[in-house]
């Protein structure tokens, strides 16, 4: 079957679906051997494009091992309604075909009652294997390993290595052979190498004269960004994870690394806009998912604006002597809330790359104060001016005392920048003070925080500047 | 020397130094034997912890290839004056030992007479090689990926092929082995394996027997996402770079993407809070950079603020009508604001994901709408019950018709929450038609632009209810 050119809105397996459909009918013995070549990822985009009713003929087409492959990259719902409906011994003879970690990640994303009985239905080694896996946290190094990795005795000659190594490689079995570990007589890593170390490693030496002892390694309780900065760090393929003794348990390869950077990613970005992180596509979630997810951080910040009415009350006074005060307030409680999103986002940022660590608060702050002391001054500027501007222009009347408004505008932007810029880049660390995510700092809530402080701001500066004149 | 147990405060680094600096000091030939079961980034680290008059030093005291792998991983700025401060043939022995792509990458980061310096001291093969690599865009494939890869005649036989790869891996290059390339007399590539199918194959076979067909590639053209995005998506430790022929021009590793992803994030946060990214870590960012990013996208924010104080002024007579609607104005527009920053950060990263396209907007549209409606009337209830609860504890007086008051902030309420989420789901959409980065709808972004619409239709509410009774 030849390959058609895929696009941005056209993905390979749209356009391939249709093709697969027809031989699916006349000839489903021949589909194993026309998607042959195809990556499992792509063959996994067919089924997710085929009438729902296909996919189920599509995988009975498939050899075990190819149908195991293309299940790993299958959406979850589709891949759970296909397994929830098959009798248990058909999923698990499917899922026998998945390397350790990916079996137990597919059966913790079906109904319970069905992944019981595809477990039963397992051989006992993979069986006792994937429950093993099944009780570590999803979200920890141990949620996240395989079992099936490669280790070799230290004291082992290079020689017989290659030829454990190249036995290992032909089993069959899903291991990963990015990294090989050496243990010593107890079973404890001692050190690593990679496959090139170990081809390239000169005759008639052993495996510890050339391995690296320094290994990195994670217990299986690791938080998932643990992993991933280690790997990124380090610029590993491989992670090992240990138990106390330092005995390897099992190894978290880079594509899931890859996944948890992107998932927490995603996290991140929803949060920074002020939700709490969806775990699905957007369009896979449910309506009722997607509220829960929005509404709540919603009505916070609602009760947090609450305040800026009882503000806005307490200044009622001067608002009725002074409407033209009002104007403003829009703009300049949002200029504050603009700055301090940036610097939250900043700061974010950078305490999730550790480019900036807990006890560096003083510093950003002292680099924040001068920032958006600059920042306000350009801001207040610029407002100042539009207030004379359009004075001047004959588009709206300010009243006799438009120079002393243009100052109160020019003189609160400062003001309101100047501690937006601080509140946001403060507010990540004092969360995480406390014991929060920093990312929980939104741009809506620092936001929020500071159109209450923005409107004492904007009121101060105008008392102090139009006592006599507007008030 | 005893590896002490660095924490989040106290990188392995600043643990380190110390000791370092006092071997170095005393027998500075002892550095290289002392050090060397560190990772090169640990290295890198004690390195950038070091007083800067010995950083020098220390690299004077480490072998040639050693040193070059530290360099590797230290910070650019570090790197950049270690290396302008030496002889050029020195510093060019020293990136000598770097593998091609790392030794453009940090090339690129000196200053353009030092690089040219360096250049000119290099062997003629390695310079040829890095100044192509130069030629490429930092941001595409051509700019990411390293030229030492191993390839095979397609034809070559299995034994044949693995002495091959054992000749290479031995030969001391610092070329990676993830994936071997097969190619044919022409050499267009024509298919993959890893070296662990390499070592598997039955004796015998041809590597054109055991190859895999569907090669995934991309031209050195292609951009870093795009790079990022297949390696992600097929789960690759190495994406090949070929020409228009399907020549292989070089190989990008999977350490890079992830370096790649990270960045990509990076900007992607930074631009969500509503400014330009940085490339460089906080703390390294000068003060007049920080304030160049930061400043533009404030005054632009700031302008279309304005608009809001245009509006105010057209709605005068109303506000001097009823005061009390002035009250309301920064709870409204910003709750707006906050339900238009939730739905452009769902927007934003699923499109980043492709797990919604441009032609899905209508889709989105149909989800935003009535999820929007559901926020708002949640919201709109909060509101009116807080305008009603403070009437009746006595906390605050809204005059006579306060349960009109009531309505008009939770209709409006309403349609303000309903407009944002709607507004904040389909910018991305739309500055992606016209050319932009949808990651370009910033939250502040969608906040100023819903403000303006939220004042609009604040007052077109209260004209509504209110005419008659307070307007």
Redesign the interface.
């Known amino acids: 079957m030849s390959?058609p050119k895929p696009n941005?809105?056209r993905p390979l397996g749209a356009l391939l679906a249709p093709d697969i459909l027809v031989i699916l009918e006349e000839s489903p013995q021949q589909v194993g051997i026309e998607t042959e070549?195809?990556?499992p990822?792509d063959l996994a985009d067919v089924a997710e494009a085929l009438p729902r009713d296909r996919v189920r003929a599509l995988f009975d087409a498939l050899p075990a091992e190819r149908a195991a492959d293309v299940l790993e990259y299958l959406n979850e719902d589709l891949r759970a309604e296909l397994l929830e409906a098959m009798p248990a011994e058909d999923a698990a003879e499917l899922v026998e075909e998945m390397s350790p970690d990916e079996r137990a990640d597919v059966l913790e994303t079906l109904d319970e009652e069905v992944a019981g009985g595809i477990l039963e239905e397992l051989e006992p080694e993979d069986r006792r294997e994937t429950e093993a896996l099944l009780a570590f946290e999803a979200d920890t190094a141990g949620g996240l390993m395989t079992t099936e990795f490669v280790s070799v005795r230290q004291d082992l000659s290079v020689e017989d290595a290659v030829t454990e190594?190249?036995a290992i490689?032909?089993g069959g079995r899903k291991e990963v052979?990015?990294a090989i570990y050496a243990t010593d007589a107890q079973g404890h890593v001692t050190g690593v190498l990679?496959?090139?170390?170990l081809?390239?490693a000169p005759g008639g030496s052993r495996i510890e004269d050339i391995m690296?002892?320094?290994v990195?390694s994670v217990p299986a309780s690791a938080d998932r960004e643990e992993v991933a900065r280690l790997?990124?760090?380090?610029?590993?393929?491989a992670l090992p994870v240990v138990d106390a003794q330092r005995r390897l348990l099992g190894v978290v390869t880079?594509?899931d690394?890859?996944?948890v950077?992107?998932r927490e990613?995603?996290e991140?970005?929803?949060k920074?806009?002020?939700?709490e992180a969806?775990e699905e596509?957007?369009?896979?979630t449910s309506?009722g998912t997607?509220?829960r997810k929005?509404?709540g951080?919603?009505?916070i910040?609602?009760?947090g604006?609450?305040l800026?009415?009882?503000a806005?009350?307490f200044f009622?006074d001067e608002?009725?002597r002074a409407?033209v005060l009002?104007?403003?307030?829009?703009?300049i409680?949002?200029?504050g809330?603009?700055?301090g999103?940036?610097?939250?986002?900043?700061?974010?940022?950078?305490l999730a790359?550790r480019?900036?660590?807990?006890?560096?608060w003083l510093?950003?702050a002292a680099?924040e104060a001068?920032?958006g002391l600059?920042?306000g001054l350009?801001?207040g500027a610029?407002?100042a001016l539009?207030v004379v501007a359009w004075q001047w222009l004959g588009i709206?009347d300010h009243g006799p005392h438009y120079g002393l408004v243009a100052l109160t505008v020019g003189a609160s932007?400062v003001g309101v920048?100047t501690f937006g810029s601080l509140a946001g880049s403060m507010l990540p660390f004092a969360l995480r003070r406390v014991g929060f995510d920093p990312a929980s700092a939104?741009?809506?809530f620092v936001?929020?925080l500071v159109?209450v402080t923005g409107?004492v701001i904007y009121f101060g500066v105008a008392l102090l500047l139009l006592r006599g004149t507007l008030l």
Chains 1, 2 share one sequence.
């Not at 990679?194 to 170390?197: I, N, T």
């Not at 920074?272 to 939700?275: A, H, I, Q, S, V």
């Not at 009002?326 to 703009?331: D, G, K, N």
């Open positions: 390959t941005e809105e070549e195809l990556h990822a190594v190249r490689a032909r052979l990015y990679s496959l090139k170390e081809l390239a690296w002892t320094d990195r790997t990124s760090e380090y610029d590993l393929v880079v594509d690394v890859i996944d950077i992107q990613q995603t991140d970005v929803q920074l806009g002020g939700m969806i596509p957007y369009l896979d309506f997607m509220l929005r509404a951080w919603l009505a910040l609602l009760v604006e609450m800026t009415a009882s806005m009350g009622e608002l009725q409407l009002s104007l403003f307030v829009p703009l409680i949002s200029s809330g603009n700055s999103s940036q610097a939250t986002s900043l700061i974010i940022r950078a790359l480019e900036v660590r807990g006890r560096d510093r950003v680099r001068p920032t600059v920042l350009i801001l610029l407002g539009r709206y932007l920048v939104s741009a809506p936001a929020t159109d409107l």
